[in-house]
T-cell receptor
Framework: NAGVTQTPKFRILKIGQSMTLQCAQDMNHNYMYWYRQDPGMGLKLIYYSVGAGITDKGEVPNGYNVSRSTTEDFPLRLELAAPSQTSVYFC?????????????FGPGTRLTVL | KQEVTQIPAALSVPEGENLVLNCSFTDSAIYNLQWFRQDPGKGLTSLLLIQSSQREQTSGRLNASLDKSSGRSTLYIAASQPGDSATYLCASTGANSKLTFGKGITLSVRP
């Protein structure tokens, strides 16, 4: 199993550009999450999904959109990049059927908006 | 709204010391409490997960405890080594397995 994979690893965007951060997992997990981590801070939840076709906002959803068309993939879309979105983005998933299972994290995407 | 606090933000100890990292949370209605390790520029590695019905979990030199009534968890590291240097994050798990993270404690173990 590859676990949780994220692409790209690094990206530099100009203000106003758009991009999609990709996340995929091969563990058949229903629950998937997007977090962002700013320097010296913990992770904050952006969006999450409890299954294909179901998404919901987390703590800091403004400026982002998500979709979940398959169990495996959970892309995060930035429509109009702003410097405040400079951060490290982590995708995570957890085991199907467990209310509070262990979360598995991807390696992260480092995004800089200039 | 759940708030998770980790104090101090940074800690430096000599090699061989036993140490305790603290984590506090405001809402005791949690499903579990997780401890993660993060190396610089890297992702998160799960260390220990304590279910709400448990008091502690152990893995090697690591022991984590949970006291829901007081809103506290501790991570105990025995005989610290330079390789333990990293940032340690705790996170509480709420509805839909959503995690609320503390800001982390950056640990430096001096040879």
């Amino acid at each position: 199993n590859a676990g949780v994979t994220q692409t790209p690893k690094f990206r530099i965007l100009k203000i106003g550009q758009s991009m999609t951060l990709q996340c995929a997992q091969d563990m058949n997990h229903n629950y998937m999450y997007w977090y962002r981590q700013d320097p010296g801070m913990g992770l904050k939840l952006i969006y999450y999904s409890v299954g294909a076709g179901i998404t919901d906002k987390g703590e800091v959803p403004n400026g982002y959109n998500v979709s979940r068309s398959t169990t495996e993939d959970f892309p995060l879309r930035l429509e109009l990049a702003a410097p405040s979105q400079t951060s490290v983005y982590f995708c995570a998933s957890t085991e199907t059927g467990r209310i509070a299972g262990e979360q598995f994290f991807g390696p992260g995407t480092r995004l800089t908006v200039l | 709204k759940q708030e998770v606090t980790q104090i101090p933000a940074a800690l430096s100890v000599p090699e061989g010391e036993n140490l305790v990292l603290n984590c506090s949370f405001t809402d005791s209605a949690i499903y579990n409490l997780q401890w993660f390790r993060q190396d610089p520029g890297k992702g998160l590695t799960s260390l220990l997960l304590i279910q709400s019905s448990q008091r502690e979990q152990t893995s090697g030199r690591l022991n984590a405890s949970l006291d829901k009534s007081s809103g506290r968890s501790t991570l105990y590291i025995a005989a610290s080594q330079p390789g333990d240097s990293a940032t340690y994050l705790c996170a509480s798990t709420g509805a839909n397995s959503k995690l609320t993270f503390g800001k982390g404690i950056t640990l430096s173990v001096r040879p």
